[in-house]
C-alpha cells in the first residue's frame, strides 16, 4: 500500500507518464504497458517501481541503467516520422512490428553513419 500520491500540476512534466530506456541493451519500459512477467501492471510509473527488486527484463541490468527517454508522446511523434518512411500511415494493432523494424533500420542507419565517418 502506497501513501496518496499528488497529482502532478503540469502534465507534461509528469514523471509517470515518462518512458525509459536500458542503456545496455535499448529495453524501453512504458508505464502504459507494465511487464507482466514480472507482475507490473499497466500504469506502473517507472518512479514507482522497487528500485532493490527491478531488473531489466532483457539483461538483467539494475534500475540504474535505465534512462529517461521522456513522456511517451514525444516518442510517438518521432516514431511517426519513422512509420511515414516505411509508408504506413494507419495506425494499426501490427504497429509494434513496425516500430521495431523501424528501430532496426534507424539502428543501422546510425552504424552506417559512424562507419562513413571512419
Ligand atoms: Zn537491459
Known sequence: MSSSEQESLEPKDDLSTHLFECRVCSFVYDPKEGIKKYGISKGIAFSDLDKQKFRCPVCREGIEVFRDIGPASKASGFEEN????????KLTPGQKNVLIFGGLAFALACFLSLYSLN
Open 82 to 89: 519513422l512509420d511515414y518512411g516505411f509508408g504506413v500511415n
